[in-house]
């Protein structure tokens, strides 16, 4: 069965502070993709990042960058000198290649304080 | 841009009402999706569309039916709101293959 566990609720940091969101999955599948999605107080889940299991490079977007390492299962998430514009949930999930449903992760909820 | 609208942002409804909630996506999806999100639940999917007039049961159907008779569109139908339907709402699409595009979600309350 697949399963995502993101094992920090939540999280506060004072801005422009580094932080990492953890993220560890399970699957079976060989051929499977991770996503991140955020989620601000407006409520939109937001897509951040797509990763397919064959590509283990990390990938940095501005402030944004992703670890993937298929070794310890892990798909984790950090914020470069923090903005409070990045206060939100932020959610990791995982979705085979059988059909396109895609299994979310509790959440971590993230505050930045000024 | 991917643009997923929904009918409603919030709606009030009493016990025992049909409610509908619509979903629109502009950019051609073959696919689309309904959850719920609850406090410490997470997202949980309802009901999944893979093309019109398809449906498929997510993880938590009961108490809840679909139509999709337009690629574009993907109504979510509470037959009988309960109390416990109080949620937020949350419809995506996306491409097979791909990852999902989310709406600004409907926070509905039965009373």
């Known amino acids: 069965a697949q399963k995502v566990t993101q094992a920090q609720t939540e999280i506060s940091v004072v801005e422009k502070e580094d932080v990492t969101l953890d993220c560890v999955y399970e699957?079976?599948?060989?051929?499977?993709?991770l996503f991140w999605y955020k989620q601000p107080p407006s409520g939109e889940l937001v897509f951040l990042i797509r990763?397919?299991?064959?590509?283990?490079q990390n990938e940095i977007s501005g402030r944004y960058s992703w670890n993937f390492q298929k070794s310890t299962s892990s798909f984790n998430f950090t914020i470069t000198a923090s903005q409070v514009v990045d206060s939100a949930v932020y959610f990791c999930a995982l979705s085979d290649n059988r059909d396109d449903k895609i299994i979310f992760g509790k959440g971590t909820r993230l505050h930045i304080l000024p | 841009d991917v643009k997923v609208t929904q009918s409603s942002r919030y709606l009030v409804k009493r016990t025992g009402e049909k409610v509908f909630l619509e979903c629109v996506q502009d950019m051609d999806h073959e696919n689309m999706f309904w959850y719920r999100q609850d406090p410490g639940l997470g997202l949980r999917l309802i009901y999944f569309?893979?093309?019109?007039?398809?449906?498929e049961k997510g993880d938590i159907p009961e108490g809840y039916s679909v139509s999709r008779e337009k690629k574009e569109r993907f109504s979510l139908i509470l037959e009988s709101a309960s109390t416990n339907q109080t949620s937020m709402y949350l419809c995506a699409s996306s491409i097979q293959g791909y990852e999902q595009y989310f709406g600004p979600g409907t926070r509905l309350t039965v009373t």
């Open positions: 569309s893979y093309d019109v007039k398809m449906k």
């Open positions: 990763r397919n299991s064959f590509d283990e």
């Open positions: 699957t079976r599948d060989t051929t499977y993709y």
